[in-house]
């Protein structure tokens, strides 16, 4: 077994991967990628009620769009496998058999009905009384003919000490626990015994998750040591809330990664926000992926749980689109096509005229769906005119001042940004017009709204031919007017 830190996240594939699995699986996965050790995938499929391979799938596939690629796992492979945890079941029971020979563990033959008659029993009793196995089993004698569930030795006395790594010294008696189940009579591991089970045969040394796992920390302490194995470290990461404090759901935010991929965000861009939920780097909002393994650390993890802010989530996300060191030219426009490529009567999309057209929109869209609604009109034979602003600026006046535009520019001999900038200027000071007279008809006549990326911008992109053409269009409709 290696020294390196190896660390896994392990989901259950019973539905999609929203975004607080995914702020466990990017600490795990910092911290692997800054010590150079492994991140392992595995998966927990042992609701089989709930679990089914497209949502397996989704999981991988969606870890993959992050950029959350692991060492060992699913369609990876590794020397600890299988990684599915239904294909584990001999292993898990070969453990049980040991702990019960061991006298560690027992064989429980209570039915539903027995327990479920003792907990009637307690409630009618006393309504507040919390049920806990009250070891009928412990000394019964073994018959393995008989239904049964494997039930863990829990030790009445003592307490479970364990320093946590951001929370430090936790201290839990062993009062508090029960004899709990390890395996149920299927064969089929419950969640502590199969997670530290696993943890164990793979090796891993550092077990990273949500605040939420604290209450399975202490038994789970138990059974490495009734099983002889060496603790792993700790570490619970505080909660993602929403904005009144309570637990983060759909409605929230807490949607699927995909619901993001789709909505426009770039992967980076997810993964720097979630990381500030429960680690900070001073004053520092903005990182790249190569800045957060630098930076990332659990000295640097704090206690208190955060709220999720949509707004300063697309904040984010903006920063990450128009920041070229934080997303260069060619993936920024890659991106935005695929958007493009969406949309309804486009003509002409390609990669090399995405790439020279977005320069002009990619200061101020927040998402890749609104960096395609703004180059709509670049792609199309004509553009989709908005009635209120042909209604208010094509309109009679507009039509001397559309072809005194259309004059000035045909005879261009250099089509540029700072070309047509003087030329434009020029005609409009000497016409003794305002630039805003004729901005207005124009932005129109070649975008179809009154809000648009700078008039000269526009033209070069457009280039002569369509430009020409839109401002022709638009004199006829507003002479029509």
């Given at each position: ?437 004729v901005a207005a008809p124009a932005r129109v006549a070649l975008t179809g709204k009154t809000a648009s990326p700078g008039l000269f911008q526009v033209m070069f992109v457009l280039g002569r031919d369509a430009t020409l053409g839109r401002l022709r269009k638009a004199a006829a409709i507003a002479g029509g007017a």
């Amino acid at each position: 077994m290696t020294d390196k830190p190896r660390l896994r996240f392990a989901p259950s594939p019973t539905g999609y991967l929203h975004i607080g699995g995914v702020r466990t699986a990017l600490f795990n996965w910092l911290w692997a990628r800054k010590t150079g050790g492994a991140f392992v995938l595995r998966i927990e499929d042992t609701d089989q009620e709930r679990s089914t391979p497209e949502s397996r799938q989704i999981i991988l596939d969606s870890l993959r769009w992050l950029g959350i690629d692991w060492d060992e796992g699913p369609e990876v492979g590794g020397a600890f496998g299988p990684y599915t945890q239904m294909e584990r079941l001999a292993i898990y029971a070969e453990h049980a058999e040991r702990l019960i020979r061991e006298k560690k563990a027992y064989r429980c033959y209570c039915t539903k009905e027995e327990l479920q008659a003792q907990r009637e029993a307690l409630k009618a009793k006393d309504p507040k009384a919390e049920f806990k196995y009250p070891g009928t089993c412990r000394d019964r004698a073994d018959q393995p003919d008989r239904p049964y569930v494997v039930r863990f030795k829990t030790p009445s006395e003592g307490a479970v000490v364990y320093r946590d790594m951001v929370f430090g010294e936790v201290k839990t008696p062993n009062s508090a626990q029960q004899d709990f189940v390890l395996l149920r009579s299927d064969g089929i591991p419950l969640y502590n015994f199969g997670a530290v089970v696993d943890d164990i045969t793979m090796g891993i040394t550092l077990v990273a998750r949500g605040r939420d796992h604290m209450v399975n920390t202490p038994p789970q302490i138990m059974l490495y040591e009734a099983l002889g194995a060496r603790l792993p470290g700790f570490a619970h990461l505080p909660m993602m809330l929403n904005q009144k404090g309570a637990k983060l759901g759909k409605r929230d935010g807490a949607v699927s990664v995909f619901e993001y991929r789709d909505a426009g965000f770039a992967p980076d861009a997810v993964l720097n926000y979630l990381v500030r939920f429960g680690w900070s780097h001073g004053d520092q909002e903005v990182f790249s992926k190569a800045d957060l393994i630098q930076a990332f650390g659990w000295d640097a993890c704090g206690r208190g749980d955060g709220k999720f802010d949509p707004k300063k989530f697309l904040a984010i996300n903006h920063e990450h689109l128009k920041t070229s060191r934080l997303m260069g030219d060619d993936d920024y426009a890659r991106s935005t096509l695929t958007f493009l490529e969406k949309r309804e009567g486009l003509v002409g999309v390609s990669l090399e005229r995405v790439k020279a057209a977005a320069f002009m929109i990619r200061e101020r869209a927040t998402t890749f769906v609104d960096a395609a609604e703004r180059l709509d009109f670049v792609f199309r034979d004509e553009p989709v005119f908005d009635a209120d602003a042909v209604k208010k600026t094509l309109t009679a006046e507009a039509v001397p001042r559309l072809q005194g535009l259309i004059g000035c520019l045909e005879p261009a001999a250099e089509w540029t940004e700072a070309a047509l900038e003087k030329a434009v200027t020029d005609h409009v000071a000497g016409s003794g017009q305002a630039m805003k007279d004729v901005a207005a008809p124009a932005r129109v006549a070649l975008t179809g709204k009154t809000a648009s990326p700078g008039l000269f911008q526009v033209m070069f992109v457009l280039g002569r031919d369509a430009t020409l053409g839109r401002l022709r269009k638009a004199a006829a409709i507003a002479g029509g007017a």
